[in-house]
């Protein structure tokens, strides 16, 4: 599962930077920005769940506990952080961010993962 993860992350970036060097919005229409925000999702979730993985493990070494089940958590963690920079982009996409929405993103990412936390989602 690694392996593909890392695979379908390279795989979204080079697309994506395709995209945004070859093409533009109006030129793809819908179903292209579509496909833009799903690569985005795509490789953002492989640097989320690899980012989770280096966090839990070295949260692990700080606090001298075994690292139990850490891809295990990191994909829990992962798709729900993964949805932050997508959800920023929405939102500049649609004239600009402003204190507030960025607040609201960072609150909703915060549920998300409490919610993951208590196994919830």
């Known amino acids: ?6 695979i379908a992350a390279i795989t979204a970036f080079f697309f994506m ?3 945004m060097f070859f093409t533009s919005p109006s030129g ?11 690569l985005v999702y795509i ?24 690292a139990g089940n850490i891809k295990k958590k990191s994909y829990y963690y992962g798709p ?8 920023l982009l929405v ?6 961010l402003l204190f507030y929405e960025v607040a609201a993103i960072v609150v909703l990412e915060v549920l998300l993962c409490f919610l993951v936390s208590r196994n919830v989602l």
């Open 91 to 96: 939102g500049q996409s649609f004239g600009g």
């Open 1 to 6: 599962m690694d392996k593909l993860l890392l």
């Open 17 to 19: 930077t395709a995209m």
């Open 80 to 87: 729900v952080i993964a949805l932050a920079p997508l959800f």
């Open 43 to 66: 490789f953002c979730l492989g640097l989320a769940v690899f980012g989770c993985r280096l966090f839990f493990a070295l949260k692990a070494k700080i606090n001298r506990a075994s």
């Open 28 to 38: 793809v229409g819908a179903l292209g920005v579509l496909v833009f925000f799903t």
